[in-house]
């Protein structure tokens, strides 16, 4: 059996992580991502990593990592470096980014955004999710409907999953 530090440490070393981390452009920097990363993946639970692994979602979870360290405005990095650093996230060249992966995301959104929009404009489900962009988060769309929010977010990952499932 594998432990957390032994996955990470074959992770670390991996070739889909250095390609993740080509999305920046400034190496030093890129190396400062893959520290904070590894850093806060080394505080989470042995069990935690080790279900990831398991489920082979443990990548997935660390390239949304690395993207949201780095373009995150509240990110560890930014934070450290200071406001006036964020410019230093330059994307790398297209030719290094796996580029089918982004266009079969960018053609499930467009398929979603279809969906969406062929939903009536009366549609509940549809005026609740409108609303909730409106509004910017379910806590501020609850006192203005005087619905509890934990109902609300329950109404709109509902009606997510149904644009999913149509797609």
Do not use: W
Request: glycine residues 2%; charged residues 30%; hydrophobic residues 40%.
């Amino acid at each position: 059996m594998q432990t957390k530090n032994k996955i990470l440490a074959e992770i670390y070393t991996s070739k889909e992580l250095h390609t993740c981390l080509l999305l920046v452009k400034n190496e030093s920097i890129r190396e400062d991502i893959k520290q904070e990363i590894f850093l806060t993946l080394l505080q989470k639970q042995e069990d935690f990593i080790i279900e990831l692994q398991n489920k082979g979602k443990l990548k997935a979870y660390i390239s949304s990592c690395i993207f949201n360290e780095a373009y995150s405005p509240r990110s560890t990095l930014r934070k450290k470096l200071g406001k006036e650093s964020v410019l230093f996230i330059d994307a790398a060249p297209l030719e290094k980014i796996l580029i089918d992966e982004i266009i079969e995301a960018n053609k499930e959104h467009d398929k979603a955004i279809e969906v969406f929009l062929s939903i009536p404009k009366n549609n509940i489900y549809k005026q609740i999710f409108l609303s909730l962009c409106k509004y910017g988060s379910y806590r501020k769309l609850s006192k203005a409907m005087d619905i509890p929010h934990t109902t609300l977010r329950d109404i709109v990952e509902n009606f997510k999953k149904q644009i999913k499932s149509s797609i």
